[in-house]
């Protein structure tokens, strides 16, 4: 793209803003107000079904909002110049350049749509969830899917990817998130940047190019007991340290939107706060793109309790510094007659679509408003893409657990029981937030060990028992727009009888030398506005386990979820564990190469899985406390663990010296040995401690990490290179600051284990 997107900040230049100066004056302020509308258009059925969704005492402040979904509508208001985005639910460069025709050929002023939707984790080609994807600790590769993501968005005619997520997710209660990155401040920092600059590579020439949008600005992953859109309470210390880093590294890598959370921070909607959108983002950072609402959320200001009516919402979301309404149309309703009666500056209304068309010359819409109606053809599901997307499942596979060298499996030899409700399953296997992928695009478990496993391997199926058990009755779920084409509680086809299948799948099992089971959480269980009472396994996948235990065949487990689980039995008696996720499109053939050893695995956790809910929230680099430190961080597989088909021995800690300045930085190393008898990858990491602080800190932090290659025998030198930046944090004034005083660092394999040194900062700065 033009360096506008490359740089932070969007910056133009002095033609292109001068272009959309003149833009402004000739606006009438309707249409000002249009270019901060962003409307949706929906299949006519999924919109009533919507709508009859809605409590009846919400519909009166939703009633705009359903207006403009109605097609005609949208049509008419695109021609009045009253639509400035429009979120795509009905896929396709047809439509997209339908509807951008209208706006170019139509309006008055030609000012063109910009094509909006989520992108999370692929397009047509369905790569890992996010959280699967983390556990790769490749930021490289996140950056390539990315960029095939935004590839295939683009060939469709989209140019808005509502992505990456970044929040930080602290308490696997949270159904959601399966869509960030996990944990940790320093990782999902890491990644965020990474994904920007993939969406927004833009490497390609005759069609628009694509912005992205991470969110949810702010604090949306600390949200109470793991609760969906419950209260975020915190310090502005515990903000600015923990939640907000990974949103100032996405801008940093040049994202050009924001997506503003639904969340309240301390008592004050996202949506209209001042203190986080304008002041931080717009005034402290500089931010000059544009800030986008979540969906509905200016007329949710109502239901909060925070503004009496729609009016009032609009004057208090305009003035916070939220520069477009995703679909809720209260500003449209509302905003043109609160600057005409002087209740709001149009200054206000200018600086926003400014912002807007900002990104709108950027992504070069005036000049190539359409695109090749023949790329879809050429551009989704390419060889390539799909290549990319075996090698990101395979890299996103975690090892728990592998007694006695249970795995690999052995090819061409004997009989395995492959068992569990997955094993044909393909819609369950994309994922949450995939929701242009085809389930006939999807290789099925079941259909990736058959091409493994050879000609001459006996293989016995079953599908053991249903997906979701009779607790699904109390699970609670809230469909929403973002999720029209999900399957519902009602057509997941629980098994009338799951005892039966069960016995069925212990006879196979009795039979067979090996049984593997793909067992976990389904895709209710893991989205939006979700939120399950447990995070162990249903109990009908537990008696199905339990019953293939006790046959005395050796059992390989292998996890299909959205989020961490809480697996004690299983960690105590299963000999073998693999965490697969949901790992898109080449899920079966991923899972294949993992079990029979063409591919050996090296991810690493990317959040704590816990022994027990009540744990919760659960995560490595919690405060030091008064006294029982060694009780409070008691994981079943801590951040940043994972094994290997071989071994890894860490020796020889180095530091380049004992003692520092502030403004200096220290080497620290270790030497890495492949001690086993194939080759692989070890995910090395390093931790601190800053060991007495005026603000209590974290027991460790990461603070970096590399991917090594290993041959059998081989050893390599681990470096790593701490300074200001990695030993510094926000003090009680919210400044950024080194102090001095003595450091511990670790050296290692995961979160909990490692070769020990320390070191001193013998002066303090701050910047």
């Not at 609402?293 to 305009?318: Q, V």
């Not at 091409?451 to 469909?479: F, H, P, Q, R």
């Not at 860490?650 to 086993?676: D, F, H, P």
Request: contains cysteine.
């Amino acid at each position: 793209m033009k360096e506008a997107i490359a740089n932070k900040g969007l910056f133009i230049n002095r033609e292109t803003e001068d272009k959309i100066q003149k833009l402004i004056d000739a606006m009438t302020l309707d249409e000002k107000v249009g270019q901060m509308t962003q409307s949706k258009i929906l299949p006519k059925n999924a919109l009533k079904e919507q709508w009859e969704r809605i409590p009846e005492d919400q519909r009166k402040a939703r009633k705009n909002e359903f207006d403009l979904l109605n097609n005609e509508t949208l049509q008419d208001k695109i021609i009045q110049g009253k639509i400035g985005s429009v979120i795509i639910k009905v896929r396709g460069s047809k439509v997209t350049n339908e509807l951008q025709r209208i706006a170019v050929e139509k309006s008055r002023l030609g000012i063109p749509l910009i094509f909006a939707s989520d992108v999370l984790h692929g397009f047509r080609t369905i790569f890992p969830i996010c959280l699967a994807e983390s556990s790769s600790w490749e930021p490289e590769l996140l950056e390539d899917t990315a960029a095939i993501s935004a590839r295939e968005a683009a060939s469709c005619g989209e140019h808005w990817i509502f992505a990456p997520v970044v929040d930080i997710a602290r308490d696997s209660r949270w159904a959601r998130c399966v869509e960030g990155f996990g944990e940790d401040v320093f990782l999902s920092s890491v990644y965020a940047a990474a994904r920007i600059k993939g969406y927004q590579r833009n490497d390609w020439e005759g069609r628009p190019h694509v912005v992205a949008c991470p969110k949810h600005f702010a604090a949306y992953g600390a949200c109470e007991a793991g609760i969906d859109y419950t209260a975020a309470d915190m310090s502005e210390h515990t903000l600015r340290e923990v939640y907000l880093p990974p949103f100032k590294a996405a801008f940093d890598a040049g994202a050009g939107t924001v997506m503003i959370s639904f969340n309240e921070l301390n008592g004050i909607p996202a949506t209209a706060n001042e203190f986080l959108v304008k002041r931080i983002l717009k005034t402290e950072w500089g931010f000059q793109g544009v800030t986008v609402s979540d969906h509905s959320a200016i007329a949710e200001l109502i239901e909060f309790g925070y503004t009496e009516n729609l009016r009032t919402a609009a004057k208090k979301a305009a003035e916070a510094g939220v520069d477009m309404d995703m679909s809720s149309g209260t500003y449209l309703a509302e905003l043109a007659d609160l600057v005409r009666d002087g209740s709001i500056s149009e200054d206000i209304i200018n600086e926003s679509v400014r912002r807007i068309l900002r990104v709108k010359f950027g992504l070069g819409l005036f000049d190539n408003p359409y695109v090749d109606e023949n790329l879809e053809n050429e551009i989704l599901l390419h060889k390539e893409h799909l290549d990319l997307a075996l090698k990101a499942a395979r890299k996103s596979i975690v090892l728990l657990k592998n007694e006695e060298n249970l795995l690999p499996l052995k090819k061409n030899k004997g009989t395995i029981a492959v068992i569990g409700p997955y094993i044909d399953e393909k819609r369950e296997l994309l994922g949450n937030w995939s929701t242009n992928g085809r389930e006939q695009d999807v290789v099925t478990i079941i259909d990736g060990i058959r091409k493994k496993a050879g000609s001459s391997m006996n293989i016995l199926c079953a599908k053991g028992c249903s997906l979701y058990d009779k607790e699904m009755d109390s699970v609670k779920t809230l469909d929403s727009v973002t999720r029209g084409d999900y399957i519902s509680a009602s057509s997941v086809g629980v098994l009338a009888d799951d005892e039966k299948e069960i016995q069925k799948a212990v006879a196979l099992a009795k039979q067979a030398d090996v049984a593997v089971v793909f067992l976990g959480e389904g895709l209710l269980y893991s989205v939006e506005a979700s939120f399950r009472m447990t995070q162990e396994l249903p109990q009908n996948h537990q008696r199905l386990l339990r019953s293939i235990y006790e046959t005395g065949t050796p059992v390989v487990l292998v996890l299909i979820n959205g989020r961490p689980l809480s697996i004690p039995w299983e960690a105590e008696h299963i000999p073998a564990i693999i965490e697969a996720w949901q790992l898109g499109t080449q899920a079966g053939n991923a899972i294949a190469d993992v079990l029979f050893g063409d591919f050996n695995p090296s991810g690493k956790l990317p959040i704590t899985f816990p022994k027990h809910i009540r744990q919760q929230p659960i995560y490595y680099a919690y405060k030091k406390i008064g006294r029982m430190q060694y009780r409070y961080y008691d994981p079943q597989y801590p951040f940043g663990y994972g094994l290997s088909y071989t071994d890894f021995e860490y020796t020889n800690l180095m530091l380049s010296s004992a003692r520092i300045e502030a403004s200096q930085t220290i080497k620290v190393s270790a030497e890495i040995k492949n001690t086993g008898d194939r080759e692989g990858e070890e995910i090395v990491q390093i931790y601190i401690q800053d060991i007495c602080a005026s603000i209590i800190r974290p027991i460790k932090e990461l603070r970096g990490f590399q991917k090594i290659f290993l041959l059998p025998g081989e050893s390599k030198t681990a470096e790593f290179f701490l300074g200001k930046d990695q030993l510094g944090f926000y003090n009680e004034s919210n400044e950024y600051v080194v102090e001095p005083g003595e450091f511990k660092v670790w050296i290692g394999p995961n979160s909990s284990e490692g070769l020990e040194g320390k070191f001193e900062v013998i002066t303090g700065c701050r910047q």
